[in-house]
């Protein structure tokens, strides 16, 4: 019988298959995910990360040990590689031109510039007609004053780069405060947002190919503790209605990116409007869920998209709740896990990483239950008795 041959959609880049080696920089938790999923679809691995006990390097086939500027093993990567990706946006963009010229990349360096500076993303945001909360940059102390007057207080005070999970950022009510909190960060450019009346944050994780066909994965709904994603429930609590509009904005704004692989759109619902709050040009904390409850996971898709293979089926399979397992649970003796295992539908992930420390990201479980709000009652029950 003679096999048929894959596909290749109009507009789409021959596929590379299994075989072929993948690369990726960043070794942590979400490279460690990416390197599951392409090994078990026969891929080699190839893992950029300085640290030597990085939890992607301890899953890869080969570990590269450098600086993500490190023009010698960006080098190595792009040879041995046929396509490579990354788990973080704080990649500098410079890395990805230089990668670009021995093999394919993706995201591609334009849209993840734009994206890991919060000021250039937000103004971005607005210029392309994208509902944000009210926002100034913030270039200099000389600037706070009308940014407050744009705002209103109280207000939140980012720093524009290498901010993530409540770091460098300050609540501020009063100029005094935005002052000291912008000494705080040393004059570093910020981005000075203003509260809104919030209902609730949503989340929308999506594939784009190169020939810029979308796969949506179903709408999370997620809860924040110091800044940092605690429990995420899939579907969304949220009308279909306003669930369909956050899926369409999504998409609108990968495609205005003319962004290649897997990305997040995360949305604050206030007064009933959906705003954009931020874009993350990876795999997410939310999309966790999809490991267990969807018929292709966010990593399976980050895999398809960076190989040219078609996009997986994100069908949900199961209601599922997300609960994120920090370092602060480390103590006495560690988790209980007698506890969360003791249920035949939670699924736990654990990161592999040496050492915990609070606010750390340790690993996730998820819990799954064709009632959502079964799953829902029984992760807040385990997240007490861990």
Known sequence: ?????????????????????LGILGGGQLGRMFTLAARTMGYKV??????????????ADVHVRADYTDSAALKQLGEACAAVTTEFENVPAASLIELAKYCRVSPGADAVAIVQDRSHEKAWLADNGFATAPFARVNAEADLDAALATTGTP?????SRLGYDGKGQARVGTPEEARAAFREFGGEACVLEGFVALEREISVVLARDDAG???LFPVAENRHENGILDVSIAPARVTDSLAQEARETARAVADKLGYVGVMAVEFF???GRLMVNEIAPRPHNSGHYTLDACVTDQFEQQVRVLAGLPLGDTRLLSPAVMVNLLGDRWHDGGPHWDAL???????LHLYGKET?????????????DADPEAALKLAEQMRHAL
């Open 1 to 21: 019988m003679s096999r048929k041959p894959l596909p290749i959609l109009p507009g789409a880049k021959l596929p590379i298959l299994p075989g072929a080696t």
């Open 46 to 59: 190839m893992v950029l990360d300085p640290d030597a006990a990085s939890p992607a390097g301890q899953m």
């Open 155 to 159: 207000a939140l005070l980012k720093v």
């Open 213 to 215: 066909r979308c796969a």
């Open 269 to 271: 619902i206030a007064g």
């Open 341 to 347: 295992l003791a249920h035949d539908n939670i699924k």
């Open 356 to 368: 915990a420390r609070p606010g750390r990201k340790m690993g996730h479980f998820n819990v799954l």
